[in-house]
T-cell receptor
Framework: EAGVAQSPRYKIIEKRQSVAFWCNPISGHATLYWYQQILGQGPKLLIQFQNNGVVDDSQLPKDRFSAERLKGVDSTLKIQPAKLEDSAVYLC????????????FGQGTRLTVV | AQSVSQHNHHVILSEAASLELGCNYSYGGTVNLFWYVQYPGQHLQLLLKYFSGDPLVKGIKGFEAEFIKSKFSFNLRKPSVQWSDTAEYFCAVTPIYNFNKFYFGSGTKLNVKP
């Protein structure tokens, strides 16, 4: 079974620029997550989708971050404008979304804001 | 708010030494518990999970974990580590009312010296 695909793997941008990340979850997985992992910390949930609806975006800095999951399949996460403190690895994960299950993670996108 | 604590931030062991990594959570209700591992340059992978039943669960590569409900703990163990176990280990918790909401600890970096 194909895993969670993310692109790009690495991105370096200057502060105040914008950036977008893409995620394609495992086929058939209804739940999609975006996590932010700052160096030395565990993954922090930014947003959780169930199909194409948002379940939880309480930790998403909505003044600069946005995410969408059109058609309930792949998803994009955007940052505009970026700040230095946004430097992190952005992880996408997916799960079946029904009953007791595990989350499957992509390789992540390492963002460096200079 | 729910939280997951991993008190060992960095552990260094020699090969064949025994390993125990601590994980405590603050959620008072029923939870599902996970240990994920991230090998250098790779994505997060599931090591083992506890949903119900026998509180001693066995995972891949000789790892096991014990759920002690009274202590809100889910410690990871391995009797004899190998150099290939060098990785970062994350404990995660999902509350029973929302199987799909994962809370992660800050991670423990394990270095195994050959």
């Amino acid at each position: 079974e194909a895993g969670v695909a993310q692109s790009p793997r690495y991105k370096i941008i200057e502060k105040r620029q914008s950036v977008a990340f893409w995620c394609n979850p495992i086929s058939g997985h209804a739940t999609l997550y975006w996590y932010q992992q700052i160096l030395g910390q565990g993954p922090k949930l930014l947003i959780q989708f169930q199909n194409n609806g948002v379940v939880d975006d309480s930790q998403l800095p909505k003044d600069r971050f946005s995410a969408e999951r059109l058609k309930g399949v792949d998803s994009t996460l955007k940052i505009q404008p970026a700040k230095l403190e946004d430097s992190a690895v952005y992880l996408c994960a997916s799960s079946l979304g029904q009953g007791v299950t595990e989350a499957f993670f992509g390789q992540g996108t390492r963002l460096t804001v200079v | 708010a729910q939280s997951v604590s991993q008190h060992n931030h960095h552990v260094i062991l020699s090969e064949a030494a025994s390993l125990e990594l601590g994980c405590n959570y603050s959620y008072g209700g029923t939870v599902n518990l996970f240990w994920y591992v991230q090998y250098p340059g790779q994505h997060l992978q599931l090591l083992l999970k506890y949903f119900s039943g026998d509180p001693l669960v066995k995972g891949i590569k000789g790892f096991e974990a014990e759920f002690i409900k009274s202590k809100f703990s889910f410690n990871l163990r391995k009797p004899s580590v190998q150099w290939s176990d060098t990785a970062e280990y994350f404990c995660a918790v999902t509350p029973i009312y929302n199987f799909n909401k994962f809370y992660f600890g800050s991670g423990t970096k394990l270095n195994v010296k050959p």
